[in-house]
T-cell receptor
């Protein structure tokens, strides 16, 4: 069973703080993703990574950065948290397949609910 | 631009009634379509994908390229089907998966 683990389920931070959200997967997946989930907006892709030290911007990268130093770990960083970054953050991973980027199935973590005051 | 539209935010049906969750997409290339589901207090998970043409938990979805739709259907809804459902699309072979806004299905006893 694929396991994607997000280290913090709930965080409360103050405006301007630096925030780290950690995600670890244990199935040797090449691809990892960070989404934010907001009511009425669904899931929006922030960043993804298809290999160690590789990263690509998603649809809403502003105000975020990521780090992938090891294959199993993908971190989302908010350099200076703002109230509009209050959200549920979902990490996901997927398996690379020959001839394509991945199988299409995303395996999600349980989410990290961030509140910025 | 790629876009996934789920017109209903909330869908409420009685147990045993048919259910259809609508999904329309806009994409000019060759898309792959998915339905993901999130039950209460559980993580988001894949329900089905159009390539597999399978039925999962009694749900089916047919890709209609002419109408650019991928509606999710079940002939007889069960209470345990109550959940949040997301339609998703990615370009064939691509990395990015985009999601619709989601539809909350509530099945009443």
């Amino acid at each position: 069973d694929v396991k994607v683990t997000q280290s913090s389920r709930y965080l409360v931070k103050r405006t301007g703080e630096k925030v780290f959200l950690e995600c670890v997967q244990d199935m040797d997946h090449e691809n990892m993703f960070w989404y934010r989930q907001d009511p009425g907006l669904g899931l929006r892709l922030i960043y993804f990574s298809y290999d160690v030290k590789m990263k690509e911007k998603g649809d809403i990268p502003e105000g975020y950065s990521v780090s992938r130093e090891k294959k199993e770990r993908f971190s989302l960083i908010l350099e200076s948290a703002s109230t509009n970054q209050t959200s549920m953050y979902l990490c996901a991973s997927s398996l690379w397949i020959a001839g394509g980027s991945h199988t299409g199935e995303l395996f999600f973590g349980e989410g990290s609910r961030l509140t910025v005051l | 631009a790629q876009r996934v539209t789920q017109p209903e935010k909330l869908l409420s049906v009685f147990k045993g009634a048919p259910v259809e969750l609508k999904c329309n997409y806009s994409y000019s290339g060759s898309p792959e379509l998915f339905w993901y589901v999130q039950y209460s207090r559980q993580r988001l998970q894949l329900l089905l994908r159009h390539i597999s043409r399978e039925s999962i938990k009694g749900f089916t979805a047919d890709l209609n390229k002419g109408e650019t739709s991928f509606h999710l259907k079940k002939p007889f809804a069960q209470e345990e089907d109550s959940a949040m459902y997301y339609c998703a699309l990615r370009r064939a072979g691509g990395f990015k998966t985009i999601f619709g806004a989601g539809t909350r299905l509530f099945v009443k006893a």
